[in-house]
């Protein structure tokens, strides 16, 4: 079983800087490639961002894809999301996930149900 955990959500005007933390509980962390995800009022949730069990492959939803990098630290058990340039059109519950399974590609990575556990969501608030 593992354990998700977010943190660095909060109220930002746009352009703002926020980074998202997810700590992970456990000693298999390096083998998972993690996601994230959010969800605005209203909406479905969507795919953001992912990474590789290994690191060096990233994946970026378009929308996010230049001002939004994902990356990892295996040694924290921690997967990072580092939002520049925030718009009022980024303002969402965020998650991360993670999975166990060595798929790979874009659509695999952006696939919710490919994951097998998720965090309880981080709230960002973008206003303009």
């Known amino acids: 079983q593992v354990q998700l955990v977010e943190s660095g959500g909060g109220l930002v005007q746009a352009g703002a800087t926020l980074r998202l933390s997810c700590a992970a509980s456990?000693?298999?962390?390096?083998?998972?490639?993690m996601g994230w995800f959010r969800q605005a009022p209203g909406k479905e949730r969507d795919f953001v961002a992912g990474i590789s069990w290994s690191g060096p492959t990233l994946y970026y939803a378009d929308s996010v894809k230049g001002r939004f990098t994902i990356s990892r630290d295996n040694a924290k058990n921690t997967v990072y999301l580092q939002m520049n340039s925030l718009k009022p059109e980024d303002t969402a519950v965020y998650y991360c996930a993670a999975r166990v399974d060595r798929c790979s590609g874009y659509g695999c990575y952006a696939s919710q149900v490919k994951y097998n556990y998720w965090g309880q969501g981080a709230q960002v608030t973008v206003s303009s």
């Open positions: 456990g000693r298999t962390f390096s083998s998972y490639g």
